[in-house]
């Protein structure tokens, strides 16, 4: 995530009068002052004895509750005064189930009543998030929800990840789903483009992916819920309600159950085809600022700030979250637990994971295995700025080492296969630029340390900073900057897109036969592309929306990648988990060829069938002579073609790789 995504946003008061008020009373430095509520009720609970609303306030002068039969545009039918309790909070108690009613709470604070806030806590809530609702929420769970379960798997590194935005999949007119940008068009099977390529769910089961990772699907900021018939986009990365699902993503964004029915059969039916379910979450940041749902509940305690009483802005969008203070760090970890106990979510990747800290990141990964031991986490291992908190605290990619159950994407590995993110027309490993081969190869140990592997000669890095290779994601693209489509067009000017499809299989290849996690962009498997645009997180469907017709026009791509998912899948040797392995069954050979990279798998690497397996790697625009161990071998991949199960034998000795190809070789 970087700022440019939130130029939209709605960002209030530089120098609010709240944070002014929390550097005089000494806030900016201590959070000390603030007590810690460690209840499980806060927010709301419905029981027998009837409705109960409770709000975590310390330095509240006054609190309400506003009840409403409407979620819009209605006066309150009922306000209900809070009583103060200890340790901050504040109480209110009716003796009816309010079910079907809305809520919000509202505090006074420094002599003036603020705006009406849902709480932090709601998890569910009406059109655009401003009323929160009382629902039965198992009233909500589709029929066989007690026994539904994602996929089990034995470490991160046996997962393959497809990382998608509801809308961009399934909204266009070639889609053949009719729920479009919708939960529940990733419940409907069967789905056809109109060329006749299986579609949605089909399509995920057909690729072999084993997760799909879902841009942010909670309630956020930044679509009109209220116009479902106007075309609306956004990433989403703008959050509003952490708990509660969005409302754009439901039939129906007034009626307060059906995101949340919806989402849930959403997640089953992908668990029923044994795909597992990966939220992305931004707890780093909120939409607004003073306006926030926090800063209308507990006013100056939940953010960083500068020294001159201005919001600290190391997510580049206006403020950030202070996870090291005690309730945020609750909150953090009661949300995601949150998620996977009600949603059945089995897994969660942080936004902009550095401004948060190591010991918040190590309790959610704790608290989070109690729910489902396999459950995973990763997230972006930096900033978009500095921040207040201490470098050594935060949990960078640099830092993964302190945090053994949350991995971090490998920036190494993805720019200097393609050329840096920033630079659309730098090239990389891939596309023919000498330079990048022991970056790349940092990439294929998982950032381990590796007697072969001269990591001064890194770009992005210059130590091993995972301890083993479960610590990273590997991968060329995702939702930001250009795809892989649009960056080799720009990166690889005068080529043909025989020649382009042929790169992203090299770089593709490189990344899913690296040791770590591989990770991929929906619609990668099809070439698709945003029409050259860099930073789509509010651009239209004619930029985002994933054209199905590109599934028979580059059928031979499709097939390229299901076959590497296969090859992946069934081969334990590229799935290792510990540094001591890579280290030992890992070998690289001696290249004395610029943009060449061989090396072998050894000795049944991890169990493996396969006594042996050899990658070569050639970037360049030009052929290249190898030398291959004498002996028989399995082709597994050559000239731009693979097959999991094979292509034929050749002999070892000399052998030319292609320009711009992967060759994969196997011996039992």
């Given at each position: 995530?970087?700022?440019s995504?939130?130029?939209n946003?709605?960002?209030t ?5 709240v944070a002014?008020?929390?550097?005089s009373?000494?806030e900016?430095k201590?959070?000390?002052r ?12 419905v029981n027998?004895?009837g409705?109960?609303f ?25 306000t209900?005064e809070?009583s ?13 189930q ?7 709470f ?8 603020l705006a ?14 401003h ?13 066989g929800?007690d026994a ?27 889609s053949?789903?009719?729920?479009k940008?919708?939960f529940?068009?990733?419940t409907?099977e069967?789905?056809k483009s109109?060329?006749g ?6 399509h995920l089961?057909?690729?072999g992916i ?6 942010p699907s909670?309630?956020?900021?930044s679509?009109?819920?209220t ?9 989403g990365y ?7 699902p969005?409302?754009?993503?439901s039939t129906n ?8 029915r919806?989402?849930?059969?959403m997640?089953k039916?992908?668990h ?15 939409a607004?600022?003073?306006?926030s749902n926090?800063?209308l509940?507990?006013?100056?305690y939940?953010?960083?700030?500068r ?9 580049g ?6 996870s090291e203070k ?9 949300s995601?637990?949150?998620w996977a106990d009600?949603y ?5 990747r942080f936004?902009l ?10 309790q ?6 109690e ?9 972006e ?31 190494d590995?993805?720019d200097a296969i ?8 730098d ?8 330079g990048n081969?022991?970056?790349?190869k940092?990439?294929i140990?998982?950032a ?8 001064a ?15 990273v ?6 939702h ?7 960056k ?26 690296s040791q770590?996690?591989?990770f991929?962009?929906a619609?990668e ?6 029409k050259?645009v ?5 651009s239209?469907d ?11 026009k ?7 990648y299901?076959?590497?998912i296969k ?8 799935r290792m ?8 069954h890992?070998?690289f050979?001696?290249t ?6 061989s090396?072998s ?15 070569v ?5 030009k052929?290249v ?12 991949a050559i000239?731009?073609?693979?097959k ?5 034998k050749?002999?070892g000795?000399?052998?030319t ?7 994969i070789?196997?011996?039992?």
């Open positions: 995530m970087f700022k995504k939130f130029n946003l709605k960002l008061g530089a120098v609010s009068a002014l008020i929390c550097v009373c000494g900016n201590s959070h000390d603030f007590p810690v509520y460690e209840g499980d009720d806060l927010e709301l609970v027998d004895e409705t109960h409770t709000l975590w306030s310390p330095e509240a002068d006054a609190a309400e509750v506003r009840i409403y039969d409407k979620d819009l545009d209605s006066a309150p039918i009922q209900l809070m103060k309790g200890d340790n901050g909070v504040w109480r209110s108690t009716v003796s009816d309010l079910y079907g009613k809305f809520y919000t509202r505090i006074k604070h420094g002599g003036k009543w009406e806030t849902p709480g932090i806590y709601a998890k569910a809530v009406g059109a655009n998030g009323r929160a609702a009382i629902i039965d929420m198992d009233a909500t769970d589709p029929e929800w539904d379960k994602g996929p089990a798997l034995a470490n991160i590194t046996d997962a393959v990840i497809y990382e998608m935005h509801h809308r961009d999949f399934s909204v266009d007119s070639t053949g789903i009719e729920h940008g919708k529940l068009a990733l409907e069967g789905t109109m060329l390529d299986p579609t949605g769910i089909d089961k057909e690729l084993t997760h799909v990772h879902i841009l909670y309630d956020y900021n679509v009109d819920e116009k479902p018939d106007v075309p609306q986009y956004n990433w703008d959050p509003y309600n952490y708990n509660a969005e409302g754009s993503y964004a007034h009626d307060p159950a059906a995101r949340v919806e989402m849930k059969e997640v039916a992908l029923d085809n044994d795909i597992g379910v990966i939220m992305d979450v931004v707890y780093n940041h909120t607004n600022n003073d306006d926090f800063s509940t507990a006013p100056g939940f953010y960083r700030y020294e001159d009483g201005t919001y600290s802005d190391a997510s969008c206006g403020n950030e979250t202070a005690p309730m945020m760090r609750d909150y953090i970890i009661n995601t637990k949150y009600e059945h979510i089995d897994g969660f936004d994971m550095a401004i948060h800290d190591i010991e918040t990141m190590n959610v990964a704790a608290a989070l295995k729910v489902n031991p396999d459950i995973f986490v990763y997230g291992g930096w900033t978009a700025g500095d921040s207040p908190l201490p470098v050594d605290q935060r949990a960078l990619k640099d830092n993964v080492s302190k945090m053994p159950q949350v991995a971090v994407f490998s920036d590995i993805r393609k050329g840096h993110y920033s630079n659309a027309e090239r990389g490993f891939a596309t023919g630029k000498p081969e022991e970056t790349v940092i990439g140990v998982g381990t340390a590796h007697p072969q592997v001269d990591y000669k890194g770009n992005n890095s210059k130590a091993a900073y995972a301890n083993a290779p479960t610590q994601i590997n991968y060329v693209s995702c930001d900057d250009l795809t892989l489509t649009d080799l067009a720009k990166s690889m000017q005068g080529s043909t897109e025989a020649q382009r499809q042929r790169a992203a299989r090299l770089a593709q290849t490189i990344v899913f036969t770590g996690t591989p991929m962009f619609g498997e099809l070439f698709r592309d945003k050259g860099h930073n789509s997180y509010k239209p004619s930029i985002n929306a994933i054209d199905w017709t590109l599934k028979r580059n059928a031979d791509q499709f097939n390229y299901t076959e590497l090859l992946r899948k069934e081969h334990p040797a590229f988990t510990t540094a001591e392995d890579v280290a030992k890992l070998v050979d001696e004395e060829q610029d943009n060449v990279i090396y798998l050894i000795d049944n690497a991890n169990g493996d069938a396969w006594k042996e397996i050899k990658l790697f050639n970037g360049n625009e052929p002579a190898v030398d291959v161990p004498a002996g028989d071998w399995k082709v597994i000239d731009g073609k693979i999991a199960e094979g292509l034929g050749m002999k000795g000399k052998v790789v292609p320009a711009t190809s992967a060759l070789l196997a011996r039992e």
